[in-house]
């Protein structure tokens, strides 16, 4: 069973500060991975995708993967009120299925003002 | 462009029922998703249909069922309902080779579905 496990929160922060998200999986064919925001009561919306070694910034948001320690996750700097939401991390594994995605179960983020 | 679209947005069924969900892709794309989201399971596959064929298939019991139409619309059929499929439904569509190509998906607003 592939697994992909968050610290489920929440975690608070306050305005300004860095939020760190993180997500292990358990696969290590995994090839690409995902972080979702998911709003209360809202579907799940892609803020990166990430699919080799290192670090992928894009504005406020820096992912950051390492394949050797099967570890991925997300810095929000900055973090703003309106970043108060559930993230969701999500591993693709091609495999010998046609592909899917492997979620966790969400880190809740709160950001206070 | 138009996101993706499920009808209806809300459901309320009573156990032993079947209920049939909708979903419309964005315009252009052949891949469809369905997943079902629960407090206790999180975000879990339940299948994927591409070009109408069901193409890949998550833990889920045979009660679980769906199809994909030529204009990529697709409907999910759950049939003798239990309890426990009481959760938000949701539906994404992706471009080009879906799943299999790694492709990015875009979500639906979900249908809640409540099991009395």
């Known amino acids: 069973q592939k697994e992909v496990e968050q610290n489920s929160g929440p975690l608070s922060v306050p305005e300004g500060a860095i939020a760190s998200l993180n997500c292990t999986y358990s696969d290590r064919v995994s090839q690409s991975f995902f972080w979702y925001r998911q709003y209360s009561g809202k579907s799940p919306e892609l803020i990166m995708s990430i699919y080799s070694n290192g670090d992928k910034e894009d504005g406020r948001f820096t992912a950051q993967l390492n394949k050797a320690s099967q570890y991925v996750s997300l810095l929000i700097r900055d973090s703003q009120p309106s970043d108060s939401a559930t993230y969701l991390c999500?591993?693709?594994?091609?495999?010998?299925?046609?592909?899917?995605?492997?979620f966790g179960r969400g880190t809740q983020l709160t950001v206070w003002p | 462009k138009a996101g993706v679209t499920q009808t209806p947005r809300y459901l309320i069924k009573t156990r032993g029922q079947q209920v049939t969900l909708s979903c419309s892709p964005i315009?252009?794309?052949?891949?469809v998703s369905w997943y079902q989201q629960t407090p206790g399971q999180g975000l879990q596959f339940l299948f994927e249909y591409f070009s109408e064929t069901q193409r890949n298939k998550g833990n889920f019991p045979g009660r679980f069922s769906g199809r994909q139409f030529s204009n990529s619309r697709s409907e999910m059929n759950v049939s003798t309902l239990e309890l426990g499929d009481s959760a938000l439904y949701l539906c994404a569509s992706s471009t080009g080779d879906g799943l299999a190509g790694g492709e990015t998906q875009y979500f639906g607003p979900g249908t809640r579905l409540l099991v009395l």
């Open positions: 315009s252009g794309h052949r891949s």
């Open positions: 999500a591993s693709f594994d091609r495999g010998s299925t046609l592909g899917r995605l492997y």
